[in-house]
């Protein structure tokens, strides 16, 4: 029995291992997942999140802001990448599946202990983000939402189980201030046409410009940051983004 | 297989038992309460009970009736339950001029203040809206579709208002949350526009209300929740404030020294729409709760509570009119256990419904005696059932709609045979063109 072999943290690189954190990629959004859900976005602890830059007796008020949310940050690939990025900016991710969650923390805490300074303004919550985003951000808090490979959900029936539909995106406007971007990528056609359908669909919504897509770096984290997307260049497959721009809807 | 799916079956209907309601007509015109499917009018005016007319396929609604409400102007009234059906009437010859079919069970309604719209709300948080275009006092509107306009994704929404000023509408569901959204000049596009949400409560929010404040012409809003809090809130903003535990307050005017804090919903709030008043029903009270709200102040307190003697009546919904001083209260279940009598509810009547003066209530709230109550015993017949009820029967209904507060809004745990039974009667699925 290999001592090596059963720990959860690899010994040599610190991280933890992805095999003892695997999960099927399925989780039924409808069901009621007992985890803990903060009241109101003024009582989600930063402390636990970034202790690095706020002790627990910080008051909210006029401190930073969580701006960057992954929703179904899966393994965490792109926020690590988005976190040495944007130095200064406080990101966290969502996922459902609580084994991955769990990897993305240890993930960050392995992170933050072989990199000193770094990966502070990271951090990731199980939530689920379909039900409770209000919960966790303000009117207009977010800069940038990401929404990487989702779930497609095939079938007719549980279309409606899609994390982006014309009603769900009047919540993330809300919490999209104007000006911000939504990110969605997905390598099912299908699904790329519908989100993108739904996004030009909705009065607050409007389509980024090429120019503005080739400027923005992130652009290019979509496909290659996460471990799917990386799967999905490695079988030479085809992806679909669609990226928008919060706007003030037109009365 | 099917033995234990029959014998959950009754369980489940056992459950589901409909508290009854009661609506009063804005110019305390007509006094409507519904019962199960029953749906029972008294017009005050005319001291006369009243007869329905609807045109539509058989009996009125076929099954529990969820929610009704008047129209602001009292011109409509709308009808809306599990039976899937939303019925709009002509409220003042009470023909039905509209019978809409909703995909889900409807558990709220509400009539923008222009009367145009109608919106109703089913229990997996799609909230419709109907044009009301070219309705006219005599006619059957042609064939109706309702429009989806905003969602509370999978969480039921026990409530649904309008702000005051027609701008706003308010959406309240079981997973604590209120949202407030503007309500467009074209509501059948969709309500994309989130103004705010109003987060607090620790429980369902199970009723909502609003309160007049002259600097904010959409008024204050006040929603009752399962925490046994009500709540003041700001819509523009989101901000909570004021909380008001009526709950502990409750706890210390029963007799017994339980503290049975599970079963101190709210269960209905009522206010008057040019008042500061409000009336709160609270499982385990038997009596009206009323509130101050304080507007300049912002806050919410206690201000009396009026008690209700003579058998345990815990009233299951409240209504009021604002040009009269009255408030409408009623208790009763669908169906009671062992009680073969058709639905029978009980209605009782405080008066002195009104403040005047800052803080202080002017004329005592008191309870009427049934010969004292406008439209007299004629009223109670048509409405109740039966002119006098036995308090045994209330003991009852009391036992029964505590059952039913705990699990209308606790998510239903089904065992995995039951689980795989429902899944064969989905009606989801897609519909074949």
Redesign the interface.
């Known amino acids: 029995m290999l001592e090596e072999g059963n720990s959860k943290i690899s010994k040599s690189t610190h991280l933890p291992r992805k095999r003892f954190y695997r999960a099927r990629a399925h989780s039924n959004?409808?069901s009621?997942s007992h985890f803990p859900v903060p009241?109101?976005?003024s009582h989600v602890d930063y402390s636990v999140h970034f202790p690095q830059l706020f002790s627990s007796s910080d008051e909210g008020g006029d401190s930073k802001k969580i701006e960057f949310a992954d929703v179904g940050c899966g393994f965490g690939g792109l926020l690590i990448s988005l976190s040495t990025l944007f130095p200064e900016t406080l990101m966290i991710g969502m996922e459902i599946r609580d084994k991955v969650t769990e990897y993305v923390k240890e993930r960050i805490l392995a992170l933050r202990v072989a990199n000193p300074g770094q990966y502070q303004n990271v951090s990731v919550v199980r939530t689920n983000s379909?039900?409770y985003i209000?919960?966790y951000f303000g009117?207009g808090q977010l800069s940038k939402m990401f929404f990487l490979f989702p779930d497609p959900h095939f079938k007719?029936?549980n279309h409606?189980r899609r994390v982006i539909s014309?009603?769900?995106?009047?919540?993330y406007?809300?919490v999209l201030g104007i000006g911000g971007i939504i990110y969605t990528i997905t390598d099912v056609e299908e699904l790329g046409d519908w989100m993108k359908d739904c996004l030009e669909g909705?009065?607050?919504f409007e389509a980024i410009t090429e120019a503005e897509l080739e400027a923005d770096p992130v652009v290019k984290l979509l496909s290659s940051a996460t471990e799917e997307g990386q799967k999905v260049a490695r079988n030479g497959g085809q992806t679909f983004q669609a990226v928008y721009r919060r706007i003030a809807?037109s009365l | 297989m099917e033995e234990p799916a029959i014998e959950e079956g009754d369980n489940h209907r056992d459950v589901e038992v409909a508290p009854a309601l009661i609506s009063v007509h804005p110019d305390h015109k007509f006094i409507v309460v519904s019962i199960g499917s029953d749906l029972r009018v008294f017009d005050l005016q005319g001291g006369s009970s009243v007869t329905l007319v609807d045109d539509s396929s058989g009996p009125l609604h076929k099954d529990s009736i969820r929610a009704i409400r008047f129209g602001a102007e009292g011109k409509l009234f709308v009808s809306a339950g599990d039976d899937k059906l939303v019925k709009i009437w002509n409220a003042n010859s009470w023909h039905c001029i509209s019978t809409v079919c909703s995909e889900k069970r409807v558990s709220a309604v509400a009539i923008s203040k222009d009367g145009l719209f109608v919106c109703f709300a089913d229990k997996f948080g799609v909230v419709w809206a109907l044009n009301l275009d070219g309705f006219d006092e005599n006619q059957v509107l042609v064939d109706k579709k309702a429009a989806p306009v905003l969602a509370h994704y999978c969480s039921i929404i026990t409530s649904l208002e309008f702000s005051l000023d027609g701008r706003f509408i308010i959406s309240a569901d079981r997973d604590f949350k209120i949202r407030v959204s503007v309500f467009p000049k074209k509501p059948l596009d969709g309500a994309h526009e989130i103004q705010s949400f109003c987060l607090g409560h620790t429980e369902f929010v199970s009723c909502l209300a609003f309160v007049c404040a002259p600097d904010y012409p959409e008024g204050f809003l006040v929603s009752g929740s399962g925490d046994s809090t009500v709540r003041l809130w700001d819509i523009t903003s989101g901000s909570l404030l004021d909380t008001c535990e009526v709950g502990s307050q409750a706890g210390f005017l029963e007799s017994n020294g339980r503290e049975e804090e599970h079963y101190s919903a709210v269960i209905d709030l009522c206010t008057t729409p040019d008042g500061t008043l409000v009336a709160a029903a609270i499982q385990s009270l038997q009596g009206i709760m009323l509130l101050n709200c304080n507007v300049s102040a912002k806050s919410l307190s206690i201000a009396k509570v009026v008690s209700i003697t003579g058998g345990s009546f815990i009233p299951t919904s409240l209504g009021t009119a604002s040009c009269a001083e009255f408030l409408w209260m009623v208790t009763g279940v669908s169906t009671l256990n062992g009680l073969d009598s058709h639905s029978l509810a009980r209605v009782r009547v405080i008066s002195g419904f009104k403040i005047s003066g800052a803080d202080s209530v002017e004329h005592e709230p008191t309870m009427l005696e049934d010969d004292e109550i406008p439209g007299g015993e004629k009223l109670l017949e048509k409405l109740q059932g039966s002119v006098s009820i036995e308090n045994k029967v209330f003991s009852a209904a009391a036992e029964a709609v505590k059952m039913a507060m705990c699990n209308l809004l606790i998510k239903k745990q089904y065992s995995a045979d039951k689980r795989e039974f429902r899944k064969r009667t989905r009606n989801d699925k897609k519909i074949k063109q």
């Open positions: 959004p409808l009621d009241i109101s976005p379909m039900k209000p919960n009117k007719e029936k409606r014309t009603h769900l995106l009047d919540e406007a809300y909705h009065p607050m809807p």
